[in-house]
């Protein structure tokens, strides 16, 4: 069945819809007897880390349910996992996100933009929460944010692992990965980020991201432009600093340690991190491991591909 909507009729929807929330509202206010249905509670804080940095965390949901833990891409905020933390709310999972030093509403301080510092990061805001038996799920840089997180912090809190479209094990070339990218495409980044951050990033976004280079394909201009938001709202030294965390970190001896079950995902048209030179590799050094190639899929895959994505990550999570 084919639907067509116009504009009058998606107008008299939106009025529609606001028109009952706006009444909800009213019910809920007057009425103590029939409490209206909540998702949990919505909670966000600080935690200031030993070299006092704060970082921002939102975490969501009953406290006693299993908690997820979402690990964002460069140079995003926990922002970019909203179409993920919102379904697994509504499937009764406690979902926490935290926004990387130097990213998002975390503070923009001058040092520690490195893997260390970004697992330490993690583990501080862990230890605050307490959580306990979490599934840690890493997006990109994110990716080996969680690996080194999960190797370095993880024994007795950590029960499952996702990796998606993510870093490890060592994303630039080097003599021990022949696959990896040329360092001077890093260097490419870092000059484009300082000559003009903000053009940068929308071109960035508006194109191999997620794959809007592609013919045929056309672009989102509310994705990209959450995409420029995210990403302005960080420091420019954190996001210049980060390149060199993402890019030259090697995380081989971090994904030997992991022996919990992990999922790979990876989109066989990942422009940002190749597959062949990641995934693959990953693979093969972790020792309970899954990988999940997706055909034609871009890098920003959890974002173009939400309920594909969503799905998988349920079964594994459930399995």
Known sequence: ??????????????????????????????SAAQPAKSLGSNEAGYVVTNDGTSIFYKDWGPHSAQPIVFHHGWPLSSDDWDAQMLFFLSKGYRVIAHDRRGHGRSAQVSD???????????????????????????????????????????EGRVAKLVLIGAVPPHLSKADANPQGIPLDVFDGLRAALAANRSQFYRE??????????RPGVKAADAVVENWWRQAMTGAANAHYLGIKAFSETDFTGNLKKITIPTLLMHGDDD?????????????KLLRNATLNVYKGFPHGMATTHADLVNGDLLAFFES
């Open 112 to 154: 520690g933009h490195d893997m260390d510092h970004y697992a330490a990061d993690v583990a501080a805001v862990m230890a605050h929460l307490d959580v306990r038996d979490a599934i840690h799920v890493g997006h990109s840089t994110g990716g080996g944010e969680a690996a080194r997180y999960v190797a370095k912090y993880g």
């Open 271 to 283: 422009q940002i991190v190749p597959l062949a030179g990641s995934a693959i590799l990953a693979e």
């Open 1 to 30: 069945m084919t639907s067509k909507t116009n504009g009058h009729t998606r107008r008299t929807l939106i009025t529609g819809s606001l028109a009952a929330v706006a009444a909800a509202g009213t019910l809920r206010t007057s």
């Open 204 to 213: 960035f976004a508006g194109g191999p991201f997620y794959g809007y280079n």
